[in-house]
């Protein structure tokens, strides 16, 4: 009994409880092909960059920050991978390289502006998010390009039966994980939590919010070299929808916004729940609402706004399970 | 009328938490602002000498009233403070655009449906925003990026993917008429628009409320006004303002196309900061908003006198917005 007790009062609680209702209602909608490898594959290759982006996200928010300028940074590397092997005629791992550290500097920059100049993340990084993005529009005025299919092939591949996106996952999350056990972990949690304990504890708050941007650029980076192999192309508005769902994977994954309480394990289920949303819906209209023909002419719009309004559930009810957590407040 | 946009001191009454300081501050904004604004109209005459002709500025303050109208749902969203901002408005305007278009056809019969629908949308968007953050508590920021989303995809949906028809004659000429070189229809909206916010803010409860809400959540409660309801009236009013810009962007342009108020999102945010509204909230005037919608729209012209695209715009309102940022909320060092 405490076992349980102890699980539904932990951070990710409300992401798992979300990701195993999908996954049931998944399987109702689609029938026992869902239990097939390629569909594994499929959903799960297409989703990691969420996912990633959903780690750099946590990492942010734990620091009680917000990244805004996610998607923006996922689509700048996207654009100057292409540019650089398809322009310049780079290989694609110097080209890839590359767009990793471009993408670790524009954390760094957004690390720099915020813990420095003390600008709230949420309107800073939705400046940068204008800036990013127009340089991407800049570095690929349109969409193009091509990778060598090496690439996307090893990354829509599977390895001893698991898809090999899901190692890009694994790597990633360790990562934090181990940094978990080191101070920098534990500082970028405690700055969040309690800052002015934190200060009080001779921990440097500017340098500590720092490093938490500088990785969630990192890693953001690591997203958009998972798209670029994704789409084995160029697009400078692949990451416009990303940043509102990394975000909306936080939340569902129970990760607290006021900073300090969560973890990457729910974030990881909540973006993988936003997946399911999609296949579901789409499953959905296929074996349910095919016949209806008023629905037909219209059914790709129609599918978008219930992915949508479904997010939006699964938001409120999120919120819901941690509102146990806080006291009551004399007004809302 | 750079000059006369430039306002008193807007605080309500009853005063913030630190009166003296946001005085300072705000007269300090606008101050800051207007001479911006001045440096921007000298710095556009120098590369094209027809920056200054009365034509070219009646333009530049045309399409500052539209951006200011679109602030104002902002401008109330963020003076309620708990975190309020409103990122659903470029959806609105969008919707507001589309569907007035479809509705009126260019006809002058069909100004009052449109209307009544605009309005009864704005409504609904409203009441939606406000479920979700009060109801839900759902962080706004990210609750008005998912309606945005939705709002986007309602827009596709109402013109079947491709947005057709016309302003009424009527508002047309509201939206594009000039009464002399300098002075638009659209100005006069602006003005009459700005007079009526003003006083909605200062001389009504609402507006009292408001601030009390924004400045803090209990004494407001305990002195007799509903933060819940206050907050969810902001988002309504936000929701109704948003979609009326698009009935007059309409009017403004006289052709509608996808995604026509995407490019006010950024900017009603900027102007709403370059204004001192404070993202605090219980702080904060329509008028600094409008000054900021007139910082704003003469860079985006001086952007396009001096032959920038789409990116280089992009580029340059972020990073004036971060400059901007830097210069006004940069908050206290943990050690005060």
């Avoid at chain 1, 550290?101 to 400046?127: D, E, M, Q």
């Avoid at chain 2, 007139?294 to 006198?305: K, Q």
Wanted: aromatic share 8%.
């Amino acid at each position: 009994m405490s076992q349980v007790r102890k699980f539904l009062s932990s951070a990710g609680t409300s992401g798992y409880l979300l990701l195993l209702g999908a996954i049931v209602i998944n399987v109702v909608v689609q029938g026992s092909s869902f239990f097939s490898t390629a569909n594994f594959t499929s959903i799960l290759s297409v989703n990691t960059p969420l996912i990633i982006a959903a780690i750099a996200q946590t990492i942010v928010v734990l620091n009680r920050g917000i990244d805004l300028s996610v998607g923006s940074n996922i689509t700048l590397v996207n654009t100057i991978v292409i540019m650089l092997s398809n322009k310049y005629g780079w290989s694609i791992e110097a080209a890839c390289a590359a767009g990793l550290i471009a993408g670790t500097f524009i954390g760094a920059i957004n690390g720099f502006i915020i813990a420095y100049f003390r600008i709230p993340s949420l309107l800073a990084t939705f400046a940068t998010m204008s800036v990013f993005g127009g340089l991407a529009l800049i570095v690929l005025p349109t969409p193009g390009g091509s990778v060598p299919s090496y690439m996307y092939l090893l990354y829509g591949g599977q390895t001893l039966g698991i898809p090999n996106s899901v190692f890009i996952v694994i790597v990633v999350a360790l990562i934090w994980l181990l940094l978990s056990k080191y101070p920098i972990g534990k500082h970028i949690r405690a700055v969040g939590g309690a800052e002015k304990s934190a200060y009080t504890a001779g921990i440097s708050i500017a340098k500590v919010r720092f490093i938490a941007f500088t990785l969630a650029g990192t890693i953001s980076g690591v997203a958009g070299l998972c798209i670029t192999a994704l789409t084995a192309s160029g697009d400078p508005k692949i990451g416009l929808s990303i940043t509102l769902n990394c975000i909306a994977a936080v939340i569902l994954g129970g990760t607290r916004l006021a900073g300090g309480w969560g973890g990457i394990g729910g974030s990881v289920a909540g973006a993988v729940f936003l997946g399911l949303v999609n296949n579901i819906v789409f499953f959905f209209f296929n074996n349910f609402l095919t016949h209806f023909s008023g629905i037909a002419s219209r059914a790709s719009f129609i599918q978008q706004l219930l992915t949508n309004t479904i997010i939006i559930l699964g938001l409120a009810s999120a919120v819901f399970t941690q509102r146990r957590k806080k006291r009551a407040k004399i007004a809302t | 009328m750079n000059q006369s946009t430039v306002p008193q001191l807007d605080l309500p009454p009853q005063g913030g938490r630190s009166a003296f300081h946001i005085g300072k501050l705000v007269r300090n904004n606008m101050f800051v602002a207007a001479s911006l604004t001045i440096a921007l109209f000298i710095a556009g005459s120098l590369f094209n000498p027809n920056f200054l002709n009365p034509q070219n500025i009646g333009s530049i303050f045309t399409l500052a009233v539209i951006m200011g109208i679109a602030s104002f749902g902002q401008t109330v969203v963020v003076i309620s403070g708990g975190d309020g901002i409103d990122l659903s408005i470029g959806g609105s305007i969008s919707l507001g655009a589309v569907m007035s278009a479809l509705v009126m056809n260019g006809q002058n019969s069909g100004i009052v449906p449109a209307l009544l629908l605009v309005i009864g949308t704005g409504i609904l968007i409203g009441l939606v925003n406000s479920a979700g953050i009060i109801l839900a508590k759902v962080p706004p920021l990210v609750m008005t990026m998912a309606v945005a989303n939705i709002l986007g995809i309602v827009q596709l949906i109402v013109c079947n993917g491709s947005p057709t028809g016309r302003p009424a004659p009527a508002i047309a000429y509201i939206g594009t008429h000039r009464i002399f070189p300098i002075l638009t229809v659209l100005m006069i909206v602006g003005v009459v628009f700005m007079f009526l916010a003003r006083r909605f803010l200062n001389n009504t409860t609402y507006g009292h409320q408001l601030f009390a809400v924004g400045n803090n959540d209990n004494a407001a409660f305990l002195s007799g006004a509903r933060p819940y309801i206050v907050r969810m009236m902001a988002y309504i009013l936000s929701g109704v303002v948003g979609m009326l810009t698009g009935f007059l962007l309409l009017g403004y342009n006289s052709f509608v196309f996808i995604n026509m108020g995407m490019a006010y999102v950024l900017p009603s945010v900027a102007a709403v900061v370059i204004g001192g509204t404070s993202f605090a909230g219980g702080k904060g005037s329509f008028s600094g908003t409008m000054v900021g919608a007139i910082l704003l729209t003469t860079l985006a012209s001086l952007l396009i006198v001096i032959n920038t695209d789409e990116a280089g715009r992009q580029i340059i309102n972020g990073v004036a917005l971060v400059l901007i940022l830097a210069l006004y909320t940069r908050e206290p060092s943990v050690r005060q």
